[in-house]
């Protein structure tokens, strides 16, 4: 098989996948309203659920009825007259609590721009994942509940000593301290502890019971968001070349016996979770970042999922309610958990639980894109520079694979040595194309070349170019990654096209090299000619990495191959002057 028909076959293969992820995203099931629930209770100090779901139900059988809300305290819940807004920041992060309830409901991640820092724009704004605005809204919320005691959920008032706190230099923690009383001597005091270079969030809930009867209830963490409105796009360029796109958003969970799993947004009313699960993770997905809850690896919990309505559209909810709680009276209880709000930075989330690592999802090219990552991790800590690790890889694969194309080129040279006689076969048989194979397969036995020398490496460079395609659009470490010049960021298209043209040039040359196919369809040989073209058009959506590695990869091959036809060329010119 020759190296044209390779292109093309890597081309369609190419095209076909990423139209397919484009109709998908576009034209594809999308998130559908969820039925209309009754109006929510706006606030309560007892475990009076909402009737939309967004507080959970207790676990505790037959409990007798809960009180009603005062009217006083749903007002105070509605206006948040009394809550506020506490601004946490370390190194990393930029956190914003609401008293209402305790709530995470603004983080900003401090090194990771939004866009990329230039000149004109030296500092810019950070990407902000949970939001508190109306179109964008994604918080973190925890509580307690109880079906007959107090208990402060999500939507209970909470008091802090503070509305600004601040990691200061030499410190390595920051506590933050929300508490909230009850009037029948029930406190909870609500710890939220960060670490400097850390995107983990320690949360410690501490229940004081101060009543004359033992408080029973649970705690749950909960991730609740809506599906914000598309990116807006400057130009046509940016819009298809937005690897965003083609990227997971959603929820994914963990657990050690069912492993990673995750649900699509237009699937929750569908396919709604519920598992108990002990060790694992919950998390809400999206492009290169992750926030997920980390309970305690020894905790039996349930998870589950619900789709909640709102005036700004459906909310989506994921849950992880822990086992019974209970506090004898003058006795101390607490129940803890982790949130980690970043980046999906692989090593890191391999230290922190069981299988978060898999929150990067290379999908089925896992196999494959999990060992380039690493390989690409490794070579980036000796050169530095994104660009060049590609490069350095690109060399490894074809050392590791030399083997298999030296056996291609060997065959390719050859069949170039037997064109005449092939075009002498073409003019005996004519259009009788049975006959044609015939011979030529007998030619090629009595030459001893292989035909199909060329299939392994086909094999091979097919799985890499998807698995490497994949690595760059999912690998937050290459988001943003400049490698020189003109290329700022390798995980997006080449702004000015260079690139491209570079390896449509790479693949002339190729083509010029590479010998004609005997009694290959005219209508094909036209096609092969605007192979070139259609690559370039192609690669100019794909990420400049991407298109890196190819220039790169097409040059070693270019240079294997002039060498093995030099080599081959200079044994027959020995041969023949033996023979003189």
Same mark, same amino acid.
């Given at each position: 098989m020759n190296?044209?028909?390779t292109? !093309?076959?890597l081309?369609l293969?190419a095209?076909?996948y990423?139209?397919?992820?484009?109709?998908?995203?576009?034209?594809?099931p999308?998130p559908a309203?969820p039925?209309?629930?009754?109006?929510?209770?706006a606030g309560?100090?007892?475990a009076?659920?909402a009737?939309?779901?967004?507080v959970?139900?207790?676990s505790v059988a037959?409990a007798p009825a809960v009180?009603?809300?005062?009217?006083s305290?749903?007002a105070?819940?509605?206006t948040g007259?009394?809550?506020?807004?506490v601004t946490v920041?370390?190194d990393?992060?930029r956190?914003t609590?609401?008293?209402?309830?305790?709530?995470l409901?603004?983080?900003? +991640?401090?090194?990771y721009?939004v866009?990329?820092?230039?000149k004109?724009n030296?500092?810019?704004?950070?990407?902000? !994942? +949970?939001d508190?605005t109306?179109?964008?809204?994604?918080a973190a919320? %925890?509580?307690?509940?109880?079906a007959?005691a107090?208990a402060? %959920?999500h939507?209970?008032l909470?008091?802090?000593a503070?509305?600004s706190?601040t990691?200061?230099?030499?410190?390595d923690a920051?506590h933050v301290? !929300?508490t909230?009383?009850?009037?029948?001597g029930?406190?909870?005091?609500k710890r939220?502890?960060l670490?400097r270079g850390s995107?983990?969030v320690?949360? $410690?809930q501490?229940?004081?019971?101060g009543?004359a009867?033992?408080?029973?209830?649970?705690a749950?963490?909960?991730?609740?968001r809506?599906?914000?409105p598309?990116?807006?796009h400057?130009?046509?360029?940016a819009?298809f070349s937005?690897q965003?796109?083609?990227s997971?958003?959603?929820?994914?969970w963990?657990?050690p016996?069912?492993k990673?799993d995750?649900l699509?947004?237009?699937?929750?009313a569908?396919?709604p979770l519920?598992?108990p699960?002990?060790?694992?993770w919950?998390?809400?997905?999206?492009h290169?970042f992750?926030?997920?809850w980390?309970p305690?690896?020894?905790?039996?919990?349930?998870?589950?999922s619900a789709?909640?309505?709102?005036?700004n559209?459906p909310?989506?909810?994921?849950?992880d309610? $822990?086992?019974a709680?209970?506090?004898?009276?003058g006795?101390?209880?607490?129940?803890?958990?982790r949130?980690?709000?970043?980046?999906k930075?692989?090593d890191?989330l391999a230290?922190?639980a069981?299988?978060?690592e898999?929150?990067l999802d290379?999908g089925?090219?896992s196999?494959?894109?999990?060992?380039?990552?690493?390989?690409?991790?490794?070579?980036?800590?000796?050169?530095g520079?994104?660009g060049?690790a590609?490069?350095? +890889?690109?060399?490894l694969?074809n050392?590791?694979?030399?083997?298999?194309?030296?056996?291609?080129y060997v065959s390719?040279a050859?069949?170039?040595k037997?064109?005449?006689r092939?075009?002498a076969l073409?003019?005996?048989y004519g %259009?009788d194309?049975q006959?044609?194979?015939?011979a030529m397969?007998?030619?090629y036995?009595?030459?001893k070349i292989?035909?199909v020398a060329?299939?392994?490496?086909?094999l091979?460079?097919?799985?890499?170019?998807?698995?490497l395609y994949?690595v760059?659009?999912e690998?937050?470490?290459?988001?943003?990654a400049?490698?020189v010049?003109?290329?700022?960021?390798?995980?997006?298209?080449?702004p000015?096209?260079?690139?491209p043209?570079?390896?449509?040039?790479?693949?002339?040359?190729?083509q010029?090299?590479?010998p004609?196919q005997?009694?290959?369809?005219?209508?094909?040989a036209?096609m092969m000619?605007f192979?070139?073209?259609m690559?370039?058009v192609m690669f100019a959506?794909?990420p400049?990495g +991407?298109v890196?590695?190819?220039?790169?990869?097409g040059l070693?091959? !270019?240079?294997?191959q002039?060498w093995?036809t030099?080599?081959?060329d200079?044994?027959?010119?020995?041969?023949?002057m033996a023979?003189?």
């Amino acid at each position: 098989m020759n190296q044209t028909r390779t292109f !093309l076959l890597l081309a369609l293969v190419a095209v076909t996948y990423l139209l397919w992820n484009a109709w998908e995203k576009d034209y594809g099931p999308q998130p559908a309203p969820p039925a209309v629930a009754g109006a929510a209770v706006a606030g309560s100090t007892h475990a009076a659920p909402a009737a939309d779901g967004s507080v959970p139900g207790a676990s505790v059988a037959a409990a007798p009825a809960v009180p009603a809300v005062p009217a006083s305290v749903a007002a105070d819940a509605i206006t948040g007259t009394k809550a506020q807004l506490v601004t946490v920041t370390t190194d990393v992060l930029r956190l914003t609590i609401d008293t209402r309830g305790g709530s995470l409901v603004r983080s900003e +991640l401090l090194n990771y721009p939004v866009n990329p820092r230039t000149k004109r724009n030296p500092d810019p704004a950070p990407i902000r !994942l +949970l939001d508190d605005t109306g179109s964008h809204f994604f918080a973190a919320q %925890d509580g307690l509940i109880s079906a007959t005691a107090p208990a402060p %959920d999500h939507r209970a008032l909470f008091q802090s000593a503070q509305t600004s706190y601040t990691l200061a230099k030499g410190q390595d923690a920051l506590h933050v301290d !929300l508490t909230w009383t009850d009037p029948s001597g029930l406190k909870v005091t609500k710890r939220y502890t960060l670490h400097r270079g850390s995107y983990v969030v320690d949360l $410690s809930q501490q229940i004081t019971n101060g009543s004359a009867k033992p408080w029973t209830g649970n705690a749950y963490r909960q991730l609740q968001r809506v599906v914000p409105p598309p990116p807006v796009h400057s130009n046509f360029l940016a819009k298809f070349s937005d690897q965003s796109r083609y990227s997971f958003f959603g929820a994914a969970w963990y657990s050690p016996e069912h492993k990673f799993d995750k649900l699509a947004f237009d699937k929750f009313a569908k396919e709604p979770l519920n598992q108990p699960v002990t060790g694992g993770w919950l998390a809400m997905e999206q492009h290169y970042f992750v926030t997920a809850w980390l309970p305690p690896a020894n905790e039996a919990d349930t998870f589950s999922s619900a789709v909640i309505n709102d005036q700004n559209g459906p909310r989506y909810l994921v849950r992880d309610m $822990s086992p019974a709680i209970t506090v004898a009276p003058g006795q101390t209880g607490s129940t803890d958990a982790r949130l980690y709000v970043g980046p999906k930075l692989r090593d890191r989330l391999a230290a922190l639980a069981p299988g978060f690592e898999l929150a990067l999802d290379y999908g089925i090219f896992s196999i494959v894109a999990s060992p380039l990552h690493w390989i690409l991790a490794h070579l980036h800590s000796l050169v530095g520079n994104w660009g060049f690790a590609i490069i350095l +890889l690109v060399l490894l694969i074809n050392i590791a694979i030399y083997k298999l194309s030296e056996a291609q080129y060997v065959s390719a040279a050859r069949m170039r040595k037997l064109k005449p006689r092939m075009d002498a076969l073409k003019e005996r048989y004519g %259009d009788d194309k049975q006959k044609m194979q015939q011979a030529m397969m007998e030619l090629y036995k009595k030459e001893k070349i292989n035909p199909v020398a060329g299939c392994l490496p086909i094999l091979i460079t097919i799985p890499i170019f998807f698995a490497l395609y994949t690595v760059l659009r999912e690998s937050v470490e290459l988001r943003q990654a400049p490698f020189v010049g003109w290329i700022h960021d390798l995980s997006a298209a080449d702004p000015y096209f260079v690139l491209p043209v570079l390896y449509m040039g790479v693949m002339l040359m190729t083509q010029w090299m590479m010998p004609t196919q005997p009694g290959m369809d005219p209508t094909q040989a036209k096609m092969m000619k605007f192979m070139p073209l259609m690559f370039g058009v192609m690669f100019a959506f794909f990420p400049a990495g +991407l298109v890196l590695y190819y220039i790169v990869n097409g040059l070693c091959r !270019l240079a294997q191959q002039w060498w093995v036809t030099r080599r081959i060329d200079r044994a027959e010119a020995a041969k023949a002057m033996a023979r003189s």
